[in-house]
């Protein structure tokens, strides 16, 4: 007797079905532009991968008679136009979005209770890890890759003494402990990749509402970026670079509305994500604040992107349980 797919099991490939076909065209575009072989051989690897997962997917969900989400298609990606990033920042994305699946994958395999789905996800995550290393040690490699700041170590362990280490609005305020640098580094590093993304999308959009929605984002990106970046630079922190130097003039589109809008909004609650994340563990209030403050405004971002994909019938409607009223 086969065993049915759990409902989160039915989501989670759900979800990366639609998300491997947007890799792969996005990893299309990238093969017809990029000029380092290094990238390119990478990028082939991802290629056949992100294939593979789809191929996977569609076997599981034919074997349950399920239909087979349309997510994103070469309708949506156009291999004719120009470059829009140069080759570095494909290759710094590459690492961002290996992280990313490690993420989500993790999150799948946590909720998997069939025995070939969890060894489906297990593979994944190989996956993602060999591309993450890839592509860092290439970044490395080629000198592009700004490590995380170093500590010098203190002469023994100890306890917090004083309630002062959580204050941070009044009065002098502690350095930042390595928990914290490491969150505001991941996301400021997050927020610039995201930043450029947009920016390269809203360069070369034709929708006027597509358009001004991402000028929104750019706009609050670029106040996270700012706020991440001064925390870190009052304690004499180096910051990761800025990424909008990476794009490149045009005025062609490579990607469909409907592809960028999609993306955009994946981005957006990743970010959600990671903010929460470093909220729970910051010890500083000002942080905890600063967090809260833009989980707010990405999560209105969130709502009014999902609200323009539906006014557009961009969206594809998740499976549902029956609804027996």
Partial sequence: MTIPLTSSEVASL??????????????KHVLATVKDNDIRS????????????????????????????IGFTDEDVDTSAPPLYDDVFWLHYLYTMSIYGMDGYSLAIAAATRGDILQYYQEC???????????LHLMLEKGIFVRPASLHPSDSAEYIKKQHFLAGWVGEKRPLNAIEMSNLTVNLQKSSLSKALVMGFSQVSKNQKV???????IKVADSHCQLFYSVLSESDIPSPPSMEDKIIPSNQSPFSDKLKMF?????????????????????????GAHYT????????LAEDGMNLMIDHEWMEQPPQAVNRK
């Avoid at 759900?14 to 990893?27: A, E, G, N, P």
């Avoid at 082939?44 to 087979?68: T, V, W």
């Avoid at 993602?128 to 890839?134: A, E, G, I, R, T």
């Fill in 14 to 27: 759900w979800m990366q079905f639609i998300t491997d076909s947007l890799d792969v065209c996005i990893k």
């Fill in 42 to 69: 990478i990028y082939n690897q991802a290629m056949r991968s992100s294939e593979n997962h789809l191929e996977k997917i569609r076997f599981f969900f034919e074997a349950e008679q399920y239909p087979i989400p």
């Fill in 125 to 135: 995550i190989k996956d993602s890890l060999n591309f993450l290393n890839q592509s």
């Fill in 211 to 217: 358009k001004d929605y991402f000028g929104r984002l």
């Fill in 263 to 287: 993306h955009t909004c994946q981005l957006i609650n990743a970010a959600i994500a990671y903010y929460g994340t470093a909220l729970s563990v910051s010890m500083r209030r000002d942080l």
């Fill in 293 to 300: 403050a833009s989980i707010a405004k990405l999560l209105i």
